[in-house]
């Protein structure tokens, strides 16, 4: 079966198409975009929460999009154990919307970075992640926010149960301060919740499916994703 | 009717880059004496009832779940009786 994704459209938001794009024209699996102000996810089968600067990002980056309308009913799908996977601005928001645990900071160096990095694969046993046969993938960032922070217990907790799911590393997988580009604690680029259905990253997938970009790892989180489904 | 005023701090273990960077400024221009720089958000409106209890319970709430994140955030918050926006305004332009 094909699973067909659906892709929120929040004000703001500014990388909605290249994820629609992505899994639907490079990779060919189904996409509908859903509009912040409905309350009905279509059926969809995995929900993208895009980047982008989702209502201005003012007060707190995702603090105003998590009570929009449609984000009700995306909670309760991740309750029930459904497949949400929010990137970059998507991943804020799923920190406001208390899925993920933690908080985002400002960059380290205060500055907007734009770039290609290496990720080291830390949990190859999740949805996201079980097609990816590498140690590390190539995919880029594009933030101003991305500081990932959270206290020490909730931190632990994280290790205990593999939540973190993407480091910051060397392209052979070597994971230090060196190769961290925001300052995010532990060099943490995505994690997941407990239950493992719902993951948050900071880099960008996406843009990184299309060969005419000339990089493609990003293509294989969303082939694990539509694995799940078969 | 009340003027509410709310200031929204991050919390002291919590890294501040913008502080940071601005008391960087601030030893550039001589201020050696100015440490500990700490940049939080001040929000100011309006609550429309007479009853104080309801006010403070309002912007309560409002603080915990919109103006500030928990997590990482602390407020604070002040009520001032008013007659009614269009005065405060008035006596601010004064």
């Given at each position: 079966?094909?699973?067909k994704?659906?892709v929120?459209v929040?004000?703001?938001?500014n990388c909605d198409?290249d994820a629609?794009?992505?899994v639907?024209?490079?990779l060919g699996?189904?996409?509908?975009?859903?509009?912040h102000?409905?309350k009905?996810?279509?059926?969809?089968d995995v929900?993208i929460?895009?980047?982008?600067?989702s209502?201005g990002d003012y007060?707190?980056?995702?603090?105003i999009?998590k009570?929009?309308?449609?984000?009700?009913k995306?909670?309760?799908?991740a309750?029930?154990?459904?497949?949400?996977?929010?990137i970059?601005?998507?991943?804020?928001?799923?920190?406001e919307t208390g899925?993920l645990?933690?908080i985002?900071?400002q960059?380290?160096?205060?500055?907007?970075?734009c770039?290609?990095?290496y990720?080291?694969?830390?949990?190859?046993?999740?949805?996201?992640?079980s097609g990816?046969?590498?140690?590390?993938i190539?995919i880029?960032?594009?933030?101003?926010?991305?500081?990932?922070?959270?206290?020490e217990v909730t931190l632990?907790?994280?290790?205990k149960?593999?939540?973190?799911?993407?480091?910051?590393s060397s392209?052979?997988?070597h994971?230090s301060?060196?190769?961290n580009?925001?300052?995010s604690?532990?060099?943490i680029?995505?994690?997941?919740?407990?239950r493992?259905?719902?993951?948050?990253?900071m880099p960008?997938?996406e843009?990184a499916c299309d060969?005419i970009?000339r990089?493609?790892?990003g293509a294989?989180?969303?082939?694990?994703i539509?694995?799940?489904?078969? | 009717m009340?003027?509410?005023?709310v200031?929204?701090k991050r919390r002291?273990?919590?890294?501040?880059p913008?502080?940071?960077?601005v008391?960087?400024?601030?030893?550039l221009?001589g201020f050696?004496?100015v440490?500990n720089?700490r940049?939080g958000?001040?929000?100011e409106?309006?609550?429309?009832?007479d009853d104080?209890?309801?006010a403070e319970?309002?912007?309560?709430e409002?603080?915990?779940?919109l103006l500030?994140n928990?997590?990482m955030?602390d407020?604070e918050?002040t009520l001032v009786?008013v007659?009614?926006?269009?005065t405060?305004v008035k006596?601010?332009?004064?």
């Amino acid at each position: 079966m094909k699973p067909k994704f659906g892709v929120v459209v929040f004000p703001g938001s500014n990388c909605d198409y290249d994820a629609y794009y992505s899994v639907k024209k490079v990779l060919g699996f189904n996409a509908e975009f859903l509009w912040h102000k409905e309350k009905d996810l279509k059926g969809c089968d995995v929900i993208i929460l895009p980047g982008g600067f989702s209502y201005g990002d003012y007060l707190r980056t995702g603090a105003i999009a998590k009570f929009s309308p449609i984000l009700e009913k995306v909670v309760s799908f991740a309750e029930n154990g459904g497949i949400v996977f929010g990137i970059c601005n998507g991943f804020q928001i799923l920190l406001e919307t208390g899925l993920l645990p933690g908080i985002m900071l400002q960059n380290e160096s205060l500055k907007f970075v734009c770039k290609d990095i290496y990720l080291k694969v830390e949990n190859k046993g999740t949805v996201f992640t079980s097609g990816i046969k590498k140690e590390t993938i190539k995919i880029p960032i594009k933030h101003g926010e991305g500081n990932y922070y959270t206290d020490e217990v909730t931190l632990n907790e994280m290790i205990k149960n593999h939540q973190i799911i993407f480091t910051y590393s060397s392209s052979d997988g070597h994971v230090s301060k060196k190769y961290n580009p925001n300052g995010s604690l532990k060099n943490i680029a995505g994690i997941s919740n407990k239950r493992m259905n719902v993951m948050g990253m900071m880099p960008h997938p996406e843009n990184a499916c299309d060969p005419i970009l000339r990089k493609t790892d990003g293509a294989m989180i969303f082939k694990s994703i539509a694995k799940h489904f078969n | 009717m009340f003027k509410a005023t709310v200031i929204v701090k991050r919390r002291p273990k919590i890294l501040d880059p913008q502080g940071k960077a601005v008391e960087q400024g601030a030893k550039l221009l001589g201020f050696n004496n100015v440490n500990n720089t700490r940049i939080g958000k001040y929000i100011e409106f309006f609550v429309e009832t007479d009853d104080l209890k309801a006010a403070e319970k309002e912007v309560k709430e409002y603080s915990e779940k919109l103006l500030s994140n928990p997590i990482m955030e602390d407020f604070e918050f002040t009520l001032v009786e008013v007659s009614s926006p269009k005065t405060e305004v008035k006596i601010a332009r004064e």
